[in-house]
């Protein structure tokens, strides 16, 4: 019994898997700050999801989804990406 288990919140790991081709296509900026801004303005915009798995265990989310749920999600990031780029907060560090 030395297994061991931690819970994941896998809305991250969905965002995450969405996030990249939705910033493409809005021709935002895709810098490092941008894409942390809209991952954590759309994580607060959903409630997170957590799952136990094993340490190590790779999960496939995506893929388990509801369409109902995949939309959510891609309303969700659209609103966050709108939010950052038209206020984008890259240039404070530059
Ligand atoms: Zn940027």
């Given at each position: 019994?030395?297994?061991?288990f931690?819970?994941?919140?896998?809305?991250?790991?969905?965002?995450?898997?969405k996030?990249k081709?939705?910033m493409?296509?809005?021709k935002m900026?895709?810098?490092?700050?941008?894409r942390a801004?809209?991952?954590?303005?759309?994580?607060?915009d959903l409630?997170?999801?957590?799952v136990?798995?094993r340490?190590?265990?790779?999960?496939?989310?995506?893929?388990?989804?509801?369409?109902?749920?995949q939309?959510?999600?891609?309303?969700?990031?659209?609103?966050?990406?709108?939010?950052?780029?038209?206020?984008?907060r890259h240039s404070?560090?530059?």
């Amino acid at each position: 019994m030395n297994e061991k288990f931690i819970s994941n919140n896998v809305m991250e790991q969905i965002v995450d898997c969405k996030l990249k081709g939705l910033m493409e296509l809005s021709k935002m900026c895709t810098c490092e700050r941008c894409r942390a801004d809209v991952r954590a303005l759309a994580l607060n915009d959903l409630p997170p999801r957590y799952v136990v798995t094993r340490v190590g265990e790779v999960m496939t989310q995506c893929e388990l989804l509801t369409l109902q749920r995949q939309i959510n999600i891609t309303i969700s990031i659209m609103r966050a990406i709108k939010i950052v780029s038209q206020n984008p907060r890259h240039s404070d560090e530059i």
